[in-house]
C-alpha cells in the first residue's frame, strides 16, 4: 500500500491517501495536548502506543460485533485504516465520576453509578467542544436519529466489551471518548483511536491513573502510566 499525500494532521495524528481512494493510512504523534489545545507537551513513545493498543481493542471489538475502521496495521506508528467522513460527535461514556462531569455537578470523583451514562459534544474546536444531546446533533445534521440510535447502541456494547476486558487487566476504565465515522457505503462504524489519551483507567488495586490525566494535571510519571498500560494490554 503506497503512502500518498497528507490529507490532514490533527493534534495527535496525521492522516494520509493511499492508491486506494477508500482506504488511509493514520500516522500517531507523540503530541499530547490538553483542554483544547491550551496545554501542549510530548510523551515520548505515546504514538507507538496509543497505535498498537488502539488497533488491539478494535480487533477485540471486531471479534465482539462492533464494526470498525481497522484494516491492517503497517508499522509501529502507521496503521492502514477505512476512509470515513468523522460524524462531528464525541461520545463520552462514563461509569464512574470524574473529569468534566464531577466539576460540572459538583460531585467527588469515583462515585460508581448504577448504569453507564452517555453524552455528546460538538466536535468543534473553535467553540471548546461544547456538550450537545441528540437533538442538538438532528438540529445542526451532525448525525441523522437513525445514526444517533445506531452509535448509542454501539457505543454502549463497546463500554460492556471494554469494563469487562480492563477487569480482567485489573484495570477500572472509568471512561472514555469515542468517535464514529460513515464510510462510502453508509455505514456507520467506530473511527479515531481508544488509548490512554481517549480513555479514563485506574489501576483496580491502588487506583493510581494510568492515562492522560497525568499530564493533564501535571501529575508526572505520564511516560511511566502509558507503559503500564501497554504492558498489561499487550502483555510485554
Ligand atoms: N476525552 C477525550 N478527548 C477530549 C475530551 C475528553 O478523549 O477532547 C476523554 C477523556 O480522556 C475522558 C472522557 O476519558 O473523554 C471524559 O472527559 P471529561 O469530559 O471528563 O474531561
Known sequence: MEKKEQLYEGKAKKVFATDDANLVIVDYKDDATAFNGEKKGTITGKGVINNVMSNHMFQLLEQQGVPTHFVEQLSERETLVKKVSI????????????????????????????????EFSYKNDELGDPLMN???????????????????AMAFKVNEVMKQYFDTLNVILVDFKLEFGKTADGKIVLADEISPDTCRLWDKTTKEKLDKDRFRRDMGGVEEAYQEIMKRVMGK
Open 134 to 152: 441528540a437533538y442538538h446533533a438532528i438540529a445542526l445534521k451532525a448525525a441523522t436519529r437513525e445514526e444517533i440510535e445506531t452509535i448509542k
Open 87 to 118: 460524524v462531528p460527535l464525541e461520545v463520552i461514556i462514563r461509569n464512574i465520576s470524574a473529569g468534566s462531569f464531577a466539576k460540572r455537578f459538583g460531585v467527588e470523583e469515583g462515585i460508581v453509578f448504577d448504569e453507564p451514562t452517555i
